[in-house]
């Protein structure tokens, strides 16, 4: 069972009214699904409980209609109708011990109200901070008021609900209390502005106000960010160890982190596990209340360490409850190898970003909980006695191998390579991608577990190989190839004469440890993290790099992930040359032509090499010969074959893991009809339908 070491983990904390079961703590995360999808939310909330987490907490919540954070789908407790979808959560939560917690927030002039139409509201006047064409009006006196009502109110409802923990925003720029601190927000010269005390006032009196509401049932915790990484600015640690010596013993529990988003949950390639000890551990020195703090931890040693030193009470996580929801469960039962740890890589983040249900590049069950049913521990057993044959063994390859293995039938991996992991073990060698590897790593594990899975390395598989295997089941998962020739979203027919250039590169060519030298261009045609990561391997060899793409950004997808900042200021520090807008028209092997997207100008530099990051080809030379041998599967005992992943069309790893995993459950079983998973429908809406509005 337990390791004693990590029994300090499983200690009961106080916190106020309430106590703990155990010292792991779901912070708030945004999810996609929100308010929207409220089945879906509440099961993805159980799961974590499920799994051990002894709090499990909302996104941010909006108390109310001038805080509306549309397109974005957050929680929202704006009046009682929205009690029922949060109630839903508790009840989930408490049937499992675990407490639920909510982070009421106010937007203010980060919120957006485009469904509401509300004039947005903010310490000071100011612009809307998300880019809309509108302002933010300054608030009187009469509107704090009215904003502390609307926060009681909603700290009501909330308990109504069945909260245990009500949070106080004050993080990641994000919300009233914290906008009245910022001296760059806040310019007012009555009570809650200028002097320091005056401009903690709000946050003051809705710590009291949240108290004095639900306090008598309700623990009340303050999240607050201790540093914004802006200069005077915005809140430095000085100041905020200022605004945590006037208020230290106000909250029943601290949750502390940097603000704002982008530095709170910093991609794996630009922070290690956790980084935030610096900013954040000075606040249990100044309070006797317990504290809870992220950073992204998986190790169990890490987490023990951090309580040890005096550091946090309590492992908060958002991250890594999300690449494993059992993660308490898994230490708590000796099991620390099947910890599915969470690789930094935001695909997480960006279901909010885009408005879309959260994914999970480690737990492809992530967000399927409720819709599709699945559960990140179990799957169905096996339907018949079959062998499966899976072709390439990187993560679709290894997720299906382990589902399907899970599941209990007899698999065999056959890789080409002297490794496994496909593109995870090529990137992870990339600068900063190393933890991309936890995806093989976990898988091989599992794998390593149960007897009914064979691996072969070293194996490349023909189409008469195949056929002769004698495998029921076929699972091609062969991969995919970088282009040379310069096609992608702008260049429909290529860029004429690179394609069989001896100095033009593709990452597969970096991977494989084949670098150009001297003046190289990457040319970013494809908008996330591999044409940066590039630039970044090739500025580490010496190389002048310069970056040339015909977006008006610089790996603009990356913004849903939250590393475009991190990207930009690398580059710039890395004194890599941008050009965006620009497309590649020519190179002759010393210069480079390159062409104005929006005036047609034409300029050359000189470059020694390119590197396409364009798009990316199928490798299903495999696939396409047994599908022209279609004719032979009967007789080779083939009932079922298909190309996975990449090989059946490039994605992220978060696509290829999903499409490992949604094969190995659906192998043999029913189909799930034309839309394969559950979705929500507003029955009160229906019922107006049929009445004719
Ligand atoms: P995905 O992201 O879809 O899992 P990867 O490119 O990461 O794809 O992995 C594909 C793997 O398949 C690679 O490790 C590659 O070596 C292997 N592979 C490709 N073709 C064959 C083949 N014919 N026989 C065995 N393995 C193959
Ligand atoms: Fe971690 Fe990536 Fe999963 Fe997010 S998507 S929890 S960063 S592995």
Not at 462 to 482: M, R
Request: proline share 5%.
């Amino acid at each position: 069972m337990r390791d004693p070491r990590y029994d300090i983990l499983f200690t009961p904390v106080q916190i106020g009214p309430v106590v703990t079961k155990n010292r792991f703590f779901q912070v708030p995360h945004c999810n996609g699904m929100g308010h929207a999808m409220p089945l879906a939310h509440a099961a993805m909330r159980e799961m974590k409980a499920e799994g051990g987490w002894a709090v499990v907490s909302t996104e941010e919540c909006e108390i109310h209609p001038s805080s509306d954070l549309t397109p974005y789908v957050e929680a929202r407790l704006w009046d009682d109708h929205d009690i029922p979808a949060l109630a839903l959560m508790c009840d989930k939560l408490h049937a499992h011990g675990a407490l639920a917690a909510v982070e009421l927030s106010h937007n203010g002039p980060t919120a957006s109200n485009l469904y509401s139409r509300e004039v947005l509201i903010g310490p000071s006047h100011q612009p809307s901070k998300y880019g809309y064409p509108s302002q933010a009006r300054a608030m009187t006196l009469k509107d704090i008021r009215e904003y502390r009502r609307w926060h009681r109110e909603a700290a009501l409802r909330a308990k109504r609900a069945g909260m245990d923990i009500i949070y106080v925003y004050a993080a990641h720029d994000l919300s009233l209390p914290m906008h009245f601190l910022q001296r760059r927000r806040n310019h007012r010269s009555d009570a809650y502005g200028g002097s320091l005390e005056n401009r903690v006032r709000l946050l003051r009196e809705v710590l009291e106000d949240t108290r004095e509401a639900v306090g008598d049932r309700c623990a009340v915790a303050l999240r607050f960010a201790t540093e914004e990484l802006l200069g005077p600015e915005g809140i430095e640690l000085s100041e905020a160890q200022d605004i945590v010596g006037l208020i230290a013993e106000l909250p029943d529990l601290w949750d502390v982190n940097v603000a704002a988003w982008y530095n709170d949950s910093v991609p794996s390639r630009f922070a290690a596990e956790g980084a935030q000890e610096p900013f954040v551990s000075f606040v249990k020195k100044m309070t006797t209340k317990p504290v809870v703090g992220v950073g992204r931890f998986t190790s169990p040693d890490t987490m023990v360490s951090q309580i040890r030193r005096g550091v946090i009470d309590l492992i908060g996580a958002a991250r890594p409850s999300i690449a494993d929801p059992f993660l308490p469960r898994k230490i708590e039962q000796g099991r620390i190898d099947d910890i599915r740890e969470c690789i930094g890589c935001n695909i997480c983040v960006s279901g909010d970003m885009t408005i879309s249900p959260i994914r999970c590049t480690q737990n492809p069950t992530m967000g399927e909980e409720w819709r599709k049913g699945w559960h990140p521990e179990r799957l169905p057993p096996k339907r018949e006695a079959s062998r499966v044959l899976v072709v390439g063994g990187g993560p679709a390859g290894l997720e299906a191998a382990r589902a399907l293995g899970q599941r209990g039938y007899e698999v065999s991996l056959a890789e080409a390579r002297r490794e496994l992991g496909g593109r995870v073990t090529r990137e992870a060698r990339l600068p900063g991608l190393a933890e991309w590897a936890r995806v093989r790593d976990w898988r091989v594990g599992q794998i390593g577990k149960l007897s009914n899975v064979s691996i072969y390395l070293d194996s490349v598989l023909s189409a008469q190989d195949v056929l002769d295997f004698g495998a029921e089941h076929v699972v091609l998962a062969t991969g995919c190839h970088w282009r040379r020739d310069g096609f992608g979203r702008s260049n429909g027919l290529g860029i004429p004469g690179l394609a069989d250039h001896p100095c033009v590169f593709t990452l597969d060519d970096l991977m494989d440890g084949r670098l150009p030298s001297g003046r190289v261009a990457v040319f970013d045609d494809d908008g996330f993290y591999y044409a940066s990561v590039a630039a970044d391997l090739l500025h580490q060899q010496g190389c002048k790099v310069s970056y040339v793409t015909p977006e008006d950004s610089v790996a603009p997808w990356s913004v849903n992930t939250l590393d475009y900042r991190h990207i930009r200021k690398r580059m710039a520090k890395q004194g890599i040359e941008v050009h965006v807008s620009h497309g590649i028209v020519g190179f002759d092997g010393a210069t480079l032509t390159l062409e104005n997207a929006w005036d047609g100008t034409i300029s050359g530099q000189a470059c020694d090499a390119i590197v396409m990051v364009t798009s990316r080809l199928p490798d299903d030379a495999l696939y396409q010969a047994l599908l022209l041998r279609e004719a032979e599967w009967n007789l080779a005992g083939i009932r079922s074959l298909r190309c996975i992943g990449d090989a059946e069309a490039p994605g992220l790893i978060a696509h290829a893991v999903y499409a490992g995993h949604r094969h190995a459950r659906e192998l043999e079983e029913p189909s799930a009809g034309e839309v394969p998973f559950k979705r929500h429908f507003h029955s009160a809406d229906a019922e107006d339908l049929r009445r004719g509005g």
